[in-house]
Nanobody, 124 residues
Framework: QVQLVESGGGLVQAGGSLRLSCAAS????????MGWFRQGPGKEREFVAA????????YYLDSVEGRFTISRDNAKNVLYLQMNNLEPEDTAVYSC?????????????????WGRGTQVTVSS
């Protein structure tokens, strides 16, 4: 059974940076497409970024493109989300997810495995 555990969240001022990590245990996720989603207070869960199993293709929410970078280290079984120039609107619980196929997806219901999430709070 694969477990996904996020870390790296916290409180940061607007304009600051955070790097989220998602560590997988139980088995390798190197063959799985993976993504980051977030849910802000009073909001629906939304797609943030995704990456294919090999890392050759990435996808981003328009509002984070150019500020966030998704990457993965398959040797370490870890997914990352580097977040720069953070805005108060980025405040949310960020969760990582994995699909049991190599491609990535924008859609949450196409992911099979989920972490519990890590809180990111951006103050103005």
């Amino acid at each position: 059974q694969v477990q996904l555990v996020e870390s790296g969240g916290g409180l940061v001022q607007a304009g600051g940076s955070l790097r989220l990590s998602c560590a997988a245990s139980g088995r390798t996720v190197s063959n799985y497409g993976m993504g980051w989603f977030r849910q802000g207070p009073g909001k629906e869960r939304e797609f943030v970024a995704a990456v294919t199993s090999t890392g050759d293709r990435t996808y981003y929410l328009d509002s984070v493109e150019g500020r966030f970078t998704i990457s993965r280290d398959n040797a370490k079984n870890v997914l990352y989300l580097q977040m720069n120039n953070l805005e108060p609107e980025d405040t949310a619980v960020y969760s990582c997810a994995a699909r049991l196929v190599s491609d990535a997806s924008y859609f949450a219901d196409r992911y099979h495995l989920w972490g519990r999430g890590t809180q990111v709070t951006v103050s103005s």
